[in-house]
């Protein structure tokens, strides 16, 4: 029996009834799409509104002719428009398969620039200069932090992104973007001591080898404020992230006690010099290693007992990137398993994709409970950045 209101109802008034009560829990989900199927609403206007309703965005739908029934339009920003004709990409270098730019090219028609850097510091300076033009870029969590607070990131438009949902849960709501809004997590590693087995006395366990005369001009530490300096907090038993006066000037004296012994501060290219045997104790991350070890297999890498940096490195878009769908169409392709496991594969770190890592050859462990007791993510420095900026101009120049 129909009270005699609603059957005066018009049909888009009792259609937009029916969302209201879906939205506010009165009407449950099957029963919404079947009353909405007897007040004759089309099928996409139907998952359109479930869709508002669930909280989460689904793939674009391709566009229909009119139903010709009441429509309901879900919230939310306007669509991003066609894929664009170009990407222009960010990243760390030796951090993607060789063939994954080619391979998404070859497959949307999209043409990609590729550019690379090797610190953090490096990224947030481009970006804030401005007009970078990049549409993705590839920053660790703390560099989040620093790009969010200076409003240089766009937000993720997850309904762009359905592979979204091969991210693992260790690697969803992360302390630098709580509600998954602005990055797309790429690899995760760890920064400790690589060596050659073959020339050193014995394997090293301490950040204390690059305070051993014995290996002068043979060591070097990276080029990287936040790894050195981190370093040596953690040599003392402090925070990473510590912003205390009297343990960031125990940091610098240990800091220029080894930079006596060092032969340079360099990141990446060390590879090389490892691989040749001009450097035999290196301050390196534990991908970057077993690349180098694919070319020397005596090259090894250990975790000091002092403990070091664990970081997820995440692919964002920064503001006003001039190809925004096309940005998110690189995000859903890198986030297949197959794509994210060739990746991995590469460069050696551990995915955070778990469709992906399920996928990989020699798929990296994340730490568990008792090893992560040794390692560290870091944090935004914020008021502390300006003391660590000098400590780091004092080290270098000393
Ligand atoms: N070759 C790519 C290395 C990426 C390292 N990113 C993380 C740095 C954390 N300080």
């Known amino acids: 029996m129909s009270d005699d ?3 005066k109802k018009t049909l888009a008034q009792q259609t937009l009834a029916l969302a209201d009560g879906l939205a506010d829990g009165r009407v449950d989900r099957r029963s919404f799409v079947r009353g909405a199927l007897a007040l004759g609403l089309g099928l996409p206007s139907i ?3 479930l869709q508002a309703c669930s909280g989460s965005e689904a793939p674009p739908e391709t566009p229909k002719a009119p139903t010709g029934a009441a429509v309901v339009k879900p919230a939310g920003p306007p669509d991003l428009g066609e894929l664009e004709k170009e990407l222009k990409i960010y990243n760390w270098s030796d951090y993607i398969a060789e063939d994954t730019v080619a391979n998404f090219e070859k497959e949307s028609g999209v043409k ?8 953090n510091e490096e990224l947030i300076a481009k970006l804030q200069a401005g007009a970078s ?4 870029v590839c ?3 703390y560099a989040v932090q620093v790009l969010l607070a200076l409003k240089l990131l766009e937000e993720l438009r997850p309904k762009y992104i359905p592979n979204l949902g091969n991210v693992a849960p260790q690697f969803r709501k ?7 809004a602005y990055a797309v997590p790429w690899q995760w590693g760890m920064t400790g001591i690589a060596y050659r087995a073959d020339k050193v006395k014995a394997p090293p366990d301490s950040w204390a080898v690059f ?5 002068k001009g043979k060591m070097t530490m990276m080029d990287d404020m936040r790894d050195v300096i981190g370093a040596w907090l953690k040599f003392r038993g402090k925070s990473l992230n510590s912003s205390v006066p009297e343990d960031l000037a125990a940091a610098k004296a240990d800091a220029l006690t080894a930079k006596a012994l060092l032969q340079s501060y360099v990141s990446a290219p060390v590879k090389g010099q490892l691989v040749a045997g001009d450097v035999w104790i290196a301050q390196l991350w534990n991908g970057d290693t077993l690349q180098a070890k694919a070319e020397n297999d005596k090259i090894d890498w250990i975790l000091p007992k002092e403990g070091g940096v664990i970081w997820a490195d995440s692919m964002v878009i920064p503001k006003g990137a001039p190809n925004p769908r096309a940005a998110h169409a690189f995000l859903d392709y890198i986030l297949r398993a197959d794509v994210g496991a060739a990746i991995s594969d590469f460069t050696g770190y551990g995915s955070p994709n778990a469709a992906a890592t399920a996928k990989m050859a020699k798929p990296v462990p994340y730490p568990t409970e008792e090893q992560m007791k040794l390692l560290e993510f870091q944090s935004d420095l914020a008021g502390a950045s300006g003391a660590w900026d000098q400590i780091w101009t004092e080290i270098k120049a000393g």
């Open 133 to 136: 033009g990049y549409d993705l």
């Open 174 to 180: 992360m302390a630098f973007d709580p509600t998954d």
């Open 139 to 141: 920053p660790s969590g």
């Open 5 to 7: 209101s609603t059957s």
């Open 112 to 119: 990609v620039t590729y550019d690379t850097f090797e610190s």
């Open 211 to 215: 305070h051993d005369a014995q290996y």
């Open 47 to 49: 998952a359109a509104v």
